[in-house]
């Protein structure tokens, strides 16, 4: 059975950092790229950071550019995003998906990040 599980949120106070993390299995991961996004409930999806497959080319979007940061563990079947600096508007359920190809894509479980003010 696909899995992707997503890790490692919490609590934090504006201005410090969490690393998330998304557990893979069911698939061939170093066959798929990654991504990120999240969702406040009552609003658009944000799609926030992409990685290759070999982790050589990704992606940020304006909102977090220069705050967080994508990576990936082929060995481990994992994907990772470092997130610094946060602030309060970063508050949102955080998911973790995977892409092969123009059409194929897995979706994980969120977890919730909350920055307080």
């Known amino acids: 059975e696909v899995q992707l599980q997503a890790s490692g949120g919490g609590l934090v106070q504006a201005g410090g950092s969490l690393r998330l993390s998304c557990a893979a299995s069911g698939f061939t991961f170093v066959d798929y790229a990654m991504t990120w996004f999240r969702q406040v409930p009552g609003q658009e999806r944000e799609g926030l950071s992409c990685i290759s497959t070999t982790g050589s080319n990704t992606f940020y979007a304006d909102s977090v550019k220069g705050r967080f940061s994508i990576s990936r563990d082929n060995a481990k079947n994992t994907v990772y995003l470092q997130m610094n600096s946060l602030k309060p508007e970063d508050t949102a359920v955080y998911y973790c998906?995977?892409?092969?190809?123009?059409?194929?894509?897995?979706w994980g479980q969120g977890t919730l990040v909350t920055v307080s003010s």
């Open positions: 998906a995977a892409h092969r190809g123009v059409v194929e894509s897995y």
